[in-house]
């Protein structure tokens, strides 16, 4: 189990990393609002594997908001930059 659970936390650390450089040399907005994306759900991907590995369910509230603050935020880029360009 350790061994899966190594593995698990090291390629959510590389998407991470990735999507911090996204984040970071992103030409556009959107390109780092969809960076910022993938980092809320890498986010949410350690807290699951963490729970599994543990075998606890405290934080299965932590990951509910994770979840709707990524969504909402998402969703709220996305209106001001279609709003954005009708002016």
Same mark, same amino acid.
Request: proline share 2%; aromatic share 6%.
């Given at each position: 189990?350790?061994?899966? =659970? $190594? +593995? %698990?936390?090291?390629? &959510? #650390? /590389? %998407?991470?990393?990735? %999507? $911090? =450089?996204?984040? *970071?040399?992103?030409?556009?907005?959107?390109?780092?609002?969809? %960076?910022?994306?993938? $980092? #809320? *759900?890498? #986010?949410?991907?350690?807290?699951? #594997?963490?729970?599994? =590995?543990?075998?606890?369910?405290?934080?299965?509230? +932590? &990951?509910?908001? $994770? *979840?709707?603050? !990524? @969504?909402? !935020? *998402? &969703?709220?880029? /996305?209106? @001001?930059? /279609?709003?954005? !360009?009708?002016?």
């Amino acid at each position: 189990m350790n061994v899966v =659970y $190594l +593995i %698990a936390i090291g390629l &959510l #650390v /590389a %998407a991470a990393a990735m %999507a $911090l =450089y996204r984040m *970071s040399i992103g030409p556009t907005n959107l390109d780092r609002v969809g %960076a910022n994306d993938v $980092l #809320v *759900s890498v #986010v949410i991907g350690g807290v699951a #594997v963490t729970i599994v =590995y543990t075998d606890g369910q405290g934080a299965l509230p +932590i &990951l509910l908001v $994770l *979840s709707l603050v !990524g @969504f909402v !935020g *998402s &969703l709220a880029v /996305a209106r @001001f930059m /279609a709003t954005r !360009g009708r002016r």
